[in-house]
């Protein structure tokens, strides 16, 4: 029995958050962001991801208004922004070194917004209570930013930013300051967070996997242009160019020339190897087109497999073993190196492939994308 | 992202017309033809003249320099030896004693170090002269050295020295062929500060000072008593010169090495 | 391993040590501390018509029975001098209030400068650095020089003040307090402005940012957020003016009048001009003492910035 799946991008009556509508932001020759629409909607948690210097953090600080759009608008809840500024907006932001003010304590710095909301002070409390018992650092009320961890300076930033309970909340790299093991438990915990107090979460990330484990979509970002925007499985298993297939995870790029046959395309890539078989997920005309492949769909074996229409022969010329995986590399007589991974599922003293030794490749007509180029 | 707002830019306008009008209107009227120091009468540089020709001037600017030039270089060694023992030196007997005869000449006002150095030379009879305002100036500039150097000595890593010792250099070595080469623009800044003191000093040279040695602070101030002169704008527009040419010389050193080395940095990167 | 020798290079090592402290050391103990104590102990003496001017003298010919008779007749007669006659505490009032009323006016024109170059474009910043700087190395009798010509009767602020219609006849400006406030400001104020500046250009920008986005407006983000944070630099700001201004010689006898009674002109004058050598020690030591405070609080936010910074 389904439950039913929090998807208000495919629901037509569903009103978004944020529109922004051909938002173009310009510093002086340089344009940060390119005639850029997209809607976010109430409750998700949505992810900016791309290089740095692609536009995404512009566009996290045109939302908390420390910058305005050149031309274009941004709508939050169907009213204009712009004039508004970042001290009127019901937006809040946890800033990337946190920006804890140094000379408050960990109480103050959370009490902060708060007292500007000249809210009574019983009030006050409880709410500061409240954050820190959500943020599991009651500990830690009257100590200043100084005197305590990393990752729990990164939950007063949080638990800040969350105070005023704002209707949108703003993640500028959130996590990039911590080491990696914590990264990985504060990610689960960011998005236990974002589920109880129910707020719209905006992150800015650099960590593809950061943004793959929390968002419910990612909008992958490049020039100040969305590239795509989709659920993280979408992303990764359908992307719809070389750009977003590259960035996100490890991939083999092939390219070569398509000729439709019915549901399937052929594509010639290689001098004296047969044409790969491939499904594109819409019709396509023929011609010069890159065939996507993520390594784990490669299959790497001694003997040569019967069942299968595409394979190709060659020499594994590196091994990288990384525990749980293990990653081949595999040159082709043509010279091409093709990527194939296996998980170590079992506990082996050696490896079943050494360097120099001829294996083959093969992969299934699905297992790849089809992407013009 | 920086921009000057109106308030920003007024406060920046106002505030450095009141810091430089006074000097520029030394300078403009140190080319008055006019004896009167408040009516134009003309440009000149007459006053340049007469004050090249005053011997009074002449004899207390020699004396003045003798002093800076001996007084500046034992204030950089004892400063930096004081910078090094500060910074470097570990525990030994007295050092907060040591630490706080660093710092309090910095604060203590001139009249007392000038009374005290000299009820110090009466009392142990050396005659006041030259030898005296040397000693007094090397005293107060080695500290103003001493903490120059000791910020750059605390900023250095220190396991460059160590390395320098490890590669087989003695103490003394490793401090000539590495700390000394690393500190040496703190240690050129802080002579330069020395002798800029000791040629500013007028408080503690008037009170260590004999008959037989005038400074041009004592001369200056003793004839500015008697009111503004011509000459005395005349000698003030050079000495104005002299610091300006001196500090834009010294920033741009400065600029262009930072250049250079970005450049060179670049180059590598590129390179790499 | 020849411990014979590590012994004799450790010695060695231990020599070199000793002399690398001693030399500054004992510089320091023979032209500061003992000129002080000198000082100190001329302070208990009285003023006589000899060479030198004061009894007594330690006569260390007469052994140990001379240092009691000399200890015998130490006392501290100036002090109670001190006390009782009313120029001295007057002059220590009125130095303490014109230093604390220049370091204030101080503030107030440095913080607005510090405040101008520290968001100026970063491109500009080592040359406003550099105008900050210039009058520090330049002369300072030379900058109080260049104020005579400004606020005499026919100076260029009289010309100006009427030229603008803001006054009919001259002000008399110089050789009165007024002339002494400005001195002082004049002269001191790139000491206000630097150490501003410093703690300004250190204060992160993303600060000011959330403070804004948490419901301040930039007024209240300024006065919030930004003074706090530099309120180091202004405490050194401020002793750094206020602790010289307090001993200033220079400004008030050039720029000053009759009215003026500052510390350090007198003790000038209690030394060079009556020649009474106990009082002049007297007042520099209740100088020092008067001192003391502002030294101690200021050393003391030197090291709470040290330990910011580290």
Not at chain 1, 70 to 77: A, F, K, R, V, Y
Not at chain 2, 143 to 168: I, K
Not at chain 3, 197 to 225: H, N, Q, V
Request: aromatic share 10%.
């Amino acid at each position: 029995m389904p439950e039913t799946v929090f998807a208000p991008w495919n629901d037509p009556a569903e009103k978004p958050l944020i529109q922004f509508r051909n938002v173009t932001k310009r510093f002086g020759s340089f344009t940060a962001i390119d005639d850029l629409s997209i809607d976010i909607f109430e409750k998700e948690f949505f992810a900016l991801l791309g290089p740095s210097g692609c536009g995404k953090t512009t566009m996290m600080r045109m939302l908390a208004g420390f910058e305005t759009p050149t031309s274009g608008t941004i709508m939050l809840d169907g009213q204009d922004i712009s004039p508004i500024p970042p001290n009127k907006r019901s937006v809040n932001m946890m800033f990337q070194s946190y920006a804890l003010f140094p000379h408050l304590t960990v109480y103050d710095n959370i009490a902060f917004g708060l007292k500007r909301d000249k809210l009574p002070k019983d009030q006050i409390d409880a709410r500061v209570k409240e954050m820190l018992r959500l943020v599991q650092i009651e500990k830690f009320g009257q100590r200043k930013p100084e005197q305590i961890s990393g990752g729990q300076r990164q939950r007063v930033a949080l638990a800040r930013s969350l105070a005023k309970a704002p209707k949108l909340l703003l993640l500028d790299e959130p996590l990039s300051a911590l080491d990696k093991k914590l990264r990985q438990d504060t990610q689960f915990e960011l998005m236990d967070i974002q589920e109880k107090t129910g707020t719209t979460f905006v992150v800015v990330t650099h960590d593809q996997e950061e943004a793959m484990t929390v968002a419910s979509r990612v909008a992958v970002m490049d020039h100040g242009r969305l590239k795509q925007v989709d659920t993280p499985d979408r992303i990764y298993e359908a992307p719809n160019s070389t750009y977003v297939a590259d960035f996100i995870g490890d991939v083999n790029i092939i390219a070569g020339h398509a000729t439709t046959q019915g549901e399937t395309v052929s594509i010639a890539w290689a001098d004296g190897q047969p044409p790969i078989i491939g499904t594109p997920s819409k019709p396509m005309d023929d011609g010069k087109v890159s065939f996507a492949i993520r390594p784990e769909k490669v299959a790497i074996s001694a003997e040569k497999p019967t069942d299968r229409n595409n394979m190709v022969q060659g020499k594994v010329l590196d091994i990288a073993y990384l525990g749980n995986l293990s990653t081949y590399h595999v040159q082709l007589p043509s010279g091409i190196v093709i990527k194939a991974q296996t998980a170590n599922s079992r506990r082996r003293a050696s490896r079943p492939f050494t360097w120099e030794d001829e294996v083959w490749l093969s992969w299934t007509d699905t297992a790849g994308i089809v992407l013009e180029s | 992202m920086r921009r000057l707002t109106w308030f920003n830019a007024t406060s920046l306008t106002l505030g450095f017309a009141f810091l430089y009008i006074p000097m520029i209107v030394v300078i403009i009227y140190s080319f008055n033809e006019s004896r009167l120091v408040t009516v134009w009468g003309g440009f000149s540089i007459k006053w340049y003249g007469e004050l090249l020709q005053n011997e009074a001037f002449l004899d207390a600017a020699w004396v003045t320099f003798k002093v800076g030039f001996f007084s500046s270089i034992i204030a950089t060694i004892l400063g930096t030896m004081g910078a090094y023992v500060l910074v470097r030196g570990g525990r030994f007997y007295g050092r907060t004693l040591f630490s706080g005869m660093i710092y309090a000449p910095l604060v203590m006002p001139e009249v007392i170090t000038g009374l005290s150095l000299l009820l110090l030379f009466i009392s142990i009879g050396l005659d006041r002269g030259l030898f005296t305002i040397v000693l007094a100036h090397a005293t107060f500039s080695m500290c103003y050295v001493s903490v120059v150097v000791s910020s750059r000595l605390v900023s250095f890593d220190r396991s460059v020295e160590e390395a320098a010792l490890d590669l087989g250099c003695t103490p003394f070595e490793a401090f000539r062929l590495v700390t000394l080469p690393i500190i040496a623009p703190a240690v050129i800044s802080g002579w330069l500060l020395a002798l800029t003191l000791s040629l500013d000093d007028l408080v503690i040279a008037s009170f260590v000072a004999g008959p037989s040695a005038t400074t041009l602070p004592i001369k200056v101030f003793s004839s500015i008593r008697l009111g503004v002169s011509p000459e005395i704008n005349a000698l003030s527009t050079i000495l104005i010169g002299l610091v300006t040419i001196g500090t834009i010389a010294a920033s741009l050193t400065t600029k262009r090495a930072v250049m250079r080395r970005r450049r060179e940095e670049q180059m590598a990167e590129q390179a790499g | 391993m020849d411990r014979h020798r590590r012994h004799r290079v450790g010695k060695l090592m231990n020599l070199r040590r000793f002399s690398l402290i001693a030399v500054p050391y004992v510089w320091l103990l023979g032209l500061f501390l003992v000129p002080f104590l000198i000082v100190f102990k001329i302070s208990l003496s009285d003023i006589a018509l000899s060479i030198p001017p004061y009894t007594p003298t330690l006569e260390l010919s007469e052994g140990w029975a001379g240092f009691r008779d000399f200890l015998s007749q130490l006392d501290f007669e100036n002090f109670e001098f001190l006390a009782t006659d009313d120029l001295y505490w007057k002059s220590y009032l009125s130095s303490v209030q014109i230093a604390l009323i220049s370091t204030l006016i101080c503030l107030a024109i440095g913080f607005p400068i510090a405040y101008g170059m520290a968001n100026a474009p970063r491109e500009w910043q080592p040359t406003l650095m550099l105008l900050v700087i210039l009058p520090f190395w330049t002369s300072f009798l030379i900058r109080v020089y260049s104020l005579i010509g400004i606020l005499s009767q026919e100076g260029m602020l009289n010309q100006f003040l009427m030229w603008i219609g803001l006054i009919n006849a001259p002000l008399t400006i110089l050789n009165t307090n007024i002339a002494v406030y400005i001195g002082i400001v004049y002269t001191y104020v790139p000491f206000m402005i630097l150490p501003i500046y410093a703690t300004l250009t250190k204060l992160d920008g993303s600060l000011l940012e959330a403070a804004e986005d948490l419901g301040c407006s930039r007024t209240e983000a300024f006065w919030r957020i930004t003074v706090p944070l530099s309120k180091a630099g202004i405490i050194a700001g401020c002793f750094l003016v206020f602790i010289p201004a307090l001993g200033e010689f220079v400004i008030p006898s050039l720029l000053g009048g009759s009215e003026t009674l500052m510390i350090g002109k007198v003790l000038y004058e209690e030394f060079f001009a009556n020649r009474d050598w106990p009082v002049a020690g007297a007042v520099a030591v209740i100088l020092l003492l008067i001192l003391i405070i502002p030294i101690v609080l200021y050393q003391r936010n030197e090291q709470k910035m040290m330990d910011a910074d580290t």
